[in-house]
């Protein structure tokens, strides 16, 4: 991905009057507000088309101030933001230059809007998350004193304008019991387990759940003041890190003993809410059945071509290609009767001899008997 970092320009000239007026001109030309950094006029975010061996294009904005005429890579609106509107505390916040051209009053207050704009909306986020924050804790609190009070002895309960509130008053001897500090401990846990669960309709065995336990077996050692990931982390990195880590473990349990009793690849197509799909398994001894990848064929059926025997096979030879590179554990593939399927069981077994191409009956059966069920 490309970096934030300024790119390496030539110093600016000095202004001419010319440009000076030019700046003031522009004024006409400024929206009353902008919603994004890119509306403002003196912005300008450029794509570049990916070249020939690239997958992706770049991105770049650049300052149309006069006297800076600066480029910088990537999609930043933060930093594009801090440099426009020309904050010195924002832009050593952002680690950003501010602009050093000539801009308008105008242009600098159309910038300085938005930005106000932006800090104000930050601010009020963070007001409502200490108010959910604090909303959450009082209503688990409520939930875990009344839990210890059946863990104590010595409640008490105290009259007031509202009714009547329980408050948790221990003894001499309930107070120095280790049993009931750990209740009343685990009954904090418990509320703030019971709410989350409540709140997020989750399912009620979800404090069984092993991945959970395991939660909570790693929190014991976690830091001090440790904050959970975010959701862009989550979908990011760390969904592309558990995928790839936990394929590689499912492709080294595939091929133990693949030696003796060899390695089998499966799979089918199908249109799931109007999305054209090929699913990809591959099946051994040790491991019945593990799903590959499931590849989108949207862009293929958008240009006009079919999933026909070729394109299908083109999809499996790679994945056999890097799991058998002596050809000589690979010895069944399982398709449906469909031609296409069958074609490209044909094709695989130009590359690799060993192959016998079965027919999934189960499947065609099912299949049938779905038929079936609903004309009954």
Not at 200 to 227: H, I, M, N, T
């Amino acid at each position: 991905m490309a970096s934030d970092s300024e790119d390496d320009d030539p110093p600016a000239s000095p202004l001419s009057s010319l440009e000076h007026a030019s700046a003031h001109e522009d004024d006409a030309r400024l929206p009353e507000s902008i919603s994004t950094v890119w509306e403002h006029p003196l912005i300008e975010l450029v794509t570049v088309p990916p070249s020939e061996g690239q997958l992706n294009s770049t991105m770049f904005w650049k300052c149309l101030a006069p006297g800076c005429q600066k480029k910088f890579n990537g999609k930043n609106a933060t930093k594009a933001l801090a440099h426009g509107s020309q904050d010195q505390p924002y832009c050593s916040e952002q680690h950003a230059k501010p602009c050093k051209g000539i801009a308008s009053p105008a242009a600098i207050d159309l910038f300085r809007a938005l930005l106000a704009n932006k800090l104000r909306k930050k601010a009020g986020y963070k007001r409502g998350s200490i108010l959910v924050a604090a909303a959450i804790s009082g209503a688990q609190s409520r939930v875990a004193d009344a839990k210890k009070l059946t863990l104590t002895s010595g409640a008490s309960t105290v009259s007031s304008a509202e009714g009547s509130v329980a408050h948790r008053q221990l003894d001499v001897a309930s107070a120095f019991d280790k049993a009931t500090i750990e209740g009343c401990n685990s009954a904090d846990l418990d509320a703030a387990i019971a709410q989350m669960v409540y709140c997020k309709a989750l399912p009620f065995s979800f404090g069984e759940c092993p991945y959970f336990q395991r939660v909570l077996d790693v929190a014991r050692s976690a830091p001090r003041g440790y904050k959970a990931p975010k959701r862009n982390i989550l979908a990011g990195d760390w969904h592309d890190l558990s995928y790839k880590t936990e394929l590689d473990r499912g492709f080294e349990e595939l091929m133990v003993d693949a030696g003796v009793f060899g390695v089998g690849f499966f799979g089918d197509a199908a249109t799931i809410h109007k999305c054209p799909l090929v699913n990809m398994f591959a099946s051994s001894f040790n491991v019945p059945a593990m799903l590959v990848d499931i590849v989108d064929c949207t862009d293929r059926l958008r240009e006009g071509e079919k999933k026909d025997g070729t394109f299908i096979s083109n999809l499996f030879l790679p994945l056999i290609d890097s799991l058998d590179v002596m050809k000589n554990l690979t010895d069944i593939v399982f398709f449906d009767g469909g031609s296409n399927f069958q074609l490209a069981g044909r094709l695989m077994q130009v590359h690799y001899p060993r192959i016998t191409v079965v027919h999934g009956l189960e499947h065609v059966c099912r299949l049938r008997l779905r038929t079936l069920q609903r004309l009954m």
